[in-house]
Structure formats: C-alpha cells, structure tokens
C-alpha cells in the first residue's frame, strides 16, 4: 500500500517569506508527527497530532511555526516569515496502534 | 526526559566483518526503542524495534539488537557488513508506544571493501 508522503519535496525560499508543507499519512493512521532533520541539531520533534487535535506542541521552535491536521488525514506545517535557519529536512511520520512510526521521505526546504 | 545517546559519528567496518552500533538510553519509564536506518535523499526506514517482549529482537537485513535494562542499551549488531549496508543508523526512545521519538545523533556507516 502508499507509504507517507510529502510535497514539495523540495523547496528554495526567500528569507521572510512563508512556507506551507504538507503531508499525507498512510490511511487509516490516526497519529501524525512532524520532526525536523538539520544538521547542527540531527533529529527533532515537532509537533504530534492525534486525529485533528495536537496534544503535544511542545517542539515547535517558535511562533513562527504553526501546524493543523484536517479530515483526521492531510497535515500543513507552516513557517511565517522564513529565516535561514528554518533550513533542514522537514519529516512527517504516521502511526496506527502498533508503536511504530513510519516515515515519509521528507521535504527539503533552503532558506536564501 | 527521554534521551538517547549514540557515541561516535561515523563508523567504519570492513565488507564481512561485524556491524556494532552502540545505544544508550535514559527514560523515566519502561521504554519503546526503535532503530532507523536512512539512506542517501531518503526517509527514516524501520530496522526493528523493542516493545517489552523479547530482550534479543530480530530486525530486517539481518539485523539485531538486544535490550539491557540493566546497562540502559538497545546496541545494534549485523554479523557481516555488505556495502548496502553503507546508510545513515538512528536509535530512538519513546516513553509511550505512540508518542513523540527522541532520536540519537545518529551513526554514520562506511563499508570498506
């Protein structure tokens, strides 16, 4: 069956310019993870939503990044106003019941 | 706080010889432990995972892990290395089976023919 996936899977930005990325988890997976991959900070959570709510936003660097999750399915990260460095491997995982997360194959988003 | 610690950035192992990965973690409770491998320009794949059943589990490409709660690790072995198995390798730590991953540094794998 379709894995995750992620669009765009590349992305070159202006510094202050917003940024939308999406993800579609695998269906039927009610849990959905954002973690950001760089490489002075290695992997990082972000933000976790089961079903449409986010119990947990604790990773989230800052104000200028915003997530939602709609339908129990598709989920946006935003980032406003862009610095460079937002620059990294923005990552989304799904999970049903069974622990395990399984990963997309990310958006690379370069802040200029 | 979960965290997990992963000594030694990249790894180098000869084709045939043995792929030892080290995992430390810390956790407050009983913890679910994964180990990712990423490829070049790819995602995170599952190698295998540990969820308080057996100590020793089996993971895809021949892989293996065991858990000691005694010594706080999830060290990941492979017999002998092939130079598929040249990947990035990630140790991760969730306190709750479907909860947020704390992931290690990460190994980096060189296989040398």
């Known amino acids: 069956g379709a894995g995750v996936s992620q669009s765009p899977s590349n992305k070159v930005t202006e510094k202050g310019k917003d940024v939308e990325l999406r993800c579609d988890p695998i269906s039927g997976h009610t849990a959905l993870y954002w973690y950001r991959q760089s490489l002075g900070q290695g992997l990082e959570f972000l933000i976790y939503?089961?079903?449409?709510?986010?119990?947990?936003k604790s990773g989230l660097p800052s104000d200028r990044f915003s997530a939602e999750r709609t339908g129990g399915s598709v989920s946006t990260l935003t980032i406003q106003r862009t610095q460079q460095e937002d620059s990294a491997v923005y990552l989304c995982?799904?999970?049903?019941?069974?622990?395990?997360?399984?990963f997309g194959p990310g958006t690379r988003l370069l802040v200029l | 706080a979960q965290s997990v610690t992963q000594l030694g950035s990249h790894v180098s192992v000869s084709e045939g010889a043995l792929v030892l990965l080290r995992c430390n973690y810390s956790?407050?409770?009983?913890?679910?432990l994964f180990w990712y491998v990423q490829y070049p320009n790819q995602g995170l794949q599952l190698l295998l995972k540990?969820?308080?059943?057996?100590?020793l589990v089996k993971g895809i490409n021949g892989f293996e892990a065991e858990f000691k709660k005694s010594e706080t690790s999830f060290h990941l072995t492979k017999p002998s290395a092939h130079m598929s198995d040249a990947a990035e390798y990630f140790c991760a730590v969730s306190e709750d089976g479907n909860n947020r991953l704390a992931f290690g540094k990460g190994n980096q794998v060189v296989v040398i023919p």
């Open positions: 939503f089961q079903g449409n709510s986010a119990p947990d």
């Open positions: 540990y969820t308080s059943a057996a100590t």
């Open positions: 995982a799904s999970s049903s019941a069974s622990e395990t997360q399984y």
């Open positions: 956790s407050s409770v009983p913890p679910y």
